[in-house]
C-alpha cells in the first residue's frame, strides 16, 4: 500500500486518473490487515483497488464526475466495495469517469480529462477511463468500472488491459450510481485474466438489496484457468468485421481465430443481423433510463445547490442547470422525449422491440456455439480532442460493445496486439451466467 502511493504520486501528475485519494484510511487498512495475519477468508489481503467514481464509498467523497455531486460524501459503501474489504482489498482512492458513465473518452468528466496509458495525447476511452489508465500505467493492479454500454471493456482495449463485463445480475448494483438500470453491470479492469477471475469470486453473488441479482451460486471463477479449449466451438460474427472497422483491427481479429484454431477449438463465421440497429436502440433505451434515474438530483438532496434562488422551482431549474455538463442535458432530454406521450410508441416501445430482436440473434448463435469473438472497438485509442465535440461519431464508437449489454451477456476483452502502436482489444461474449468458459477461452489465448 505504501509503496502504491508512491507509484500514484509519482505516475498520476502525468495521468489525471484519480479524482480523490484514499491515503490515509488505506494505510490503516492495510496496518489491520497486516495485524490480523493471513486468513484463507481474505483472498485480496493487502490489495490496493481502485473504484470507479459512480460506485459509493462510505466517507469517501463519490462524485460521478459531476459538479452536481461536487463535495458528495457516501454515509454507506455499495456492496462491491463492502466485499472487497471483506476480502481484504485496501481502497486506494476514486477514478475519474465521464461524468455519470456518459460517454467513451473520459473527456466528459466535469473535473479532468484522463491520458491513455499509452500516449498521453489519446483518450483512454470510457467511460471507465480512470480506471483503464491506472491499471495500465502501473499504479494499481486492479480496479472497478461499470459497464452500461461498453464502458469496461472498450477502455481496457484502448489501455491493453483484461476488462471483464459480467452478466446483468450477476454481481449487485447497490451503491452503484444509477445511468441506466437495466444495462449497469460492475466488473473489474486487471493486468492478467487470472486477477478478473479472482476479482469476481469476490464481487459475485446475490444480494438481498439488489432484486436484479440472481439466486444463483457462484463458482470458483479460477476453476476452468489453465483448462484445455480443444473442441469448444467459437462463433464470429460477419457484422463484427465490416464497416467502420479498420481493417488492421479486423486483421488482429482473424489473428486471434488463427490463434484458437491451433489450440484446438473450431471458429465459424455467423450473422447477427440486428447488430446495425443496436446503437440507435441503446440511445433510447439508456437515455430513457437516465432521465428517470437523474431526477433525484433536485438541488434539495444532496450536492450541489444553486445559489441566491428566488423560488423551489427555482432551486430545480437553476441547480440542474449549473450542475450537469452538455452531455448529461442532451440525454435528459433525447430521454425524455422518446418517453413522452405521443412518442412513446414510435421511440422507446420500438427501442424495446429491437432489444429484443438483438437478444434473440445471440440465442440463435448460441444455440450452437459455446462463445462469440470479435474486435472490442473499431479503432484504436483516438487523439483527445478528435470526437467529442461530434457526439454521433462518439456513440458509433460503440458500435460493438452496445448489443451486449442490451442482451444482458457477459464478455470480456483481452488485450490482442497492437495496430500502429496502440493496443487493440480482443471481444470475448458468453452465454448468460456462462463467465467460466470466457475466463477460460480469454487465458487460454492471453
Ligand atoms: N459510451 C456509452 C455511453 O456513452 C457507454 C457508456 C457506459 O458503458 N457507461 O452511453
Redesign the pocket.
Known amino acids: 500500500t505504501h509503496a502504491t502511493f508512491e507509484d500514484i504520486k509519482r505516475i498520476d501528475p502525468e495521468v489525471d486518473a484519480f479524482l480523490t485519494l484514499n491515503e490515509e484510511a488505506a494505510k490503516a487498512a492495510a496496518a489491520a490487515v497486516d495485524a490480523a495475519g493471513i486468513n484463507a477468508d481474505q483472498p485480496l489481503a493487502g490489495v490496493p483497488v481502485g473504484i470507479k467514481d459512480n460506485i459509493v464509498t462510505k466517507g469517501l467523497k463519490t462524485t460521478a464526475a459531476s459538479k452536481i455531486l461536487n463535495n458528495f460524501v457516501p454515509v454507506y459503501d455499495a456492496t462491491v466495495v463492502e466485499k472487497l474489504q471483506a476480502a481484504g482489498a485496501i481502497i486506494a482512492g476514486k477514478l475519474n469517469l465521464?461524468e455519470f458513465?456518459?460517454?467513451?473518452s473520459t473527456e466528459n468528466s466535469a473535473f479532468k480529462t484522463t491520458k491513455n496509458a499509452w500516449d498521453h495525447t489519446r483518450v483512454p476511452g470510457?467511460?471507465?477511463g480512470g480506471s483503464a489508465a491506472a491499471v495500465a500505467s502501473g499504479q494499481l493492479p486492479m480496479a472497478l468500472g461499470?459497464?452500461?454500454?461498453?464502458?469496461?471493456r472498450?477502455p481496457a482495449a484502448f489501455n491493453g488491459i483484461v476488462g471483464l463485463k459480467p452478466t446483468y445480475g450477476r454481481v449487485s448494483r447497490w451503491g452503484v450510481i444509477a445511468?441506466a438500470s437495466s444495462?449497469?453491470v460492475v466488473g473489474s479492469l486487471t493486468r492478467t485474466v487470472r486477477d478478473a477471475a479472482l476479482t469476481l469470486n469476490v464481487i459475485a453473488g446475490h444480494d438481498d438489496k439488489d432484486a436484479t441479482t440472481a439466486a444463483l451460486a457462484v463458482p470458483d471463477y479460477t476453476a476452468k484457468l489453465g483448462a484445455s479449449i480443444k473442441g469448444m466451438k467459437i462463433a464470429l460474427p460477419e457484422e463484427y468485421l465490416g464497416e467502420g472497422v479498420d481493417p488492421k483491427v479486423a486483421a488482429q481479429v482473424q489473428k486471434a481465430a488463427d490463434q484458437f484454431r491451433a489450440l484446438g477449438a473450431t471458429v465459424d463465421t455467423v450473422s447477427l443481423p440486428h447488430t446495425k440497429y443496436a446503437v440507435p436502440a441503446?440511445?433510447i433505451i439508456?437515455s430513457s433510463e437516465a432521465s428517470s434515474n437523474l431526477q433525484r438530483f433536485d438541488g434539495i438532496r444532496y450536492g450541489f445547490r444553486a445559489k441566491d434562488v428566488k423560488n423551489l422551482e427555482d432551486v430545480y431549474v437553476r441547480s440542474r442547470s449549473e450542475g450537469f455538463g452538455p452531455e448529461v442535458k442532451r440525454r435528459i432530454m433525447l430521454g425524455t422525449f422518446s418517453l413522452s406521450a405521443g412518442f412513446y410508441d414510435a421511440y422507446f416501445k420500438k427501442a424495446a422491440q429491437v432489444r429484443t430482436l438483438i437478444a434473440r440473434d445471440f440465442e440463435q448463435v448460441f444455440a450452437n456455439y459455446d462463445l462469440i469473438i470479435g474486435p472490442t472497438t473499431p479503432t484504436p485509442a483516438f487523439k483527445i480532442g478528435a470526437k467529442v465535440t461530434d457526439p454521433l461519431t462518439?456513440?458509433m464508437?460503440?458500435i460493438l460493445?452496445?448489443p451486449v449489454?442490451l442482451a444482458g451477456l457477459p464478455a470480456l476483452s483481452v488485450p490482442a496486439g497492437l495496430v500502429d502502436g496502440l493496443p487493440v482489444g480482443l471481444q470475448l461474449i458468453g452465454k448468460q451466467f456462462d463467465e467460466q468458459t470466457l475466463l477460460q477461452a480469454a487465458d487460454a489465448f492471453e
Request: without cysteine; aromatic residues 14%.
Open positions: 465521464d458513465a456518459m460517454g467513451s470510457g467511460s471507465s461499470t459497464d452500461t454500454g461498453g464502458s469496461i472498450q445511468f444495462l449497469d441503446y440511445y439508456a462518439m456513440y464508437n460503440d460493445t452496445i449489454n
